[in-house]
Nanobody, 117 residues
């Protein structure tokens, strides 16, 4: 059974920081591309950042220079460091794993991030 468990969300003031974590089980983590998505109220889910098996990263324009995605294959964990948070970053953040071999993908349950004063 595949599980992706996110943590680290919460309420933070504008300009603050949060670090999201996603720990995977039931998959070969090192064979997976890991992706963070977010979904704001009333909006579609959109990609925030992804990291390949070898550590190549890519970011949405809206978060470039503020967010950093990283992974540790030995810990089956991916992180999203979020700095200089803005109210428009408020959303539910989801972890996604794509098994490169099979093409299957899996979702976590999401963690709420609220940026507000």
């Amino acid at each position: 059974q595949v599980q992706l468990v996110e943590s680290g969300g919460g309420l933070v003031q504008p300009g603050g920081s949060l670090r999201l974590s996603c720990t995977a089980s039931g998959i070969i983590f090192s064979d997976s591309v890991m992706v963070w998505y977010r979904q704001a109220p009333g909006k579609q889910r959109v990609m925030v950042a992804h990291i390949t098996r070898l550590g190549t990263t890519a970011y949405a324009d809206s978060v470039k220079g503020r967010f950093t995605i990283s992974r540790d294959n030995a810990k089956n964990t991916v992180w999203l460091q979020m700095n200089s948070l803005k109210p428009e970053d408020t959303a539910v953040y989801y972890c996604n794993a794509v098994d490169v071999g099979s093409g299957r993908y899996y979702w976590g349950q999401g963690t709420q991030v609220t940026v507000s004063s």
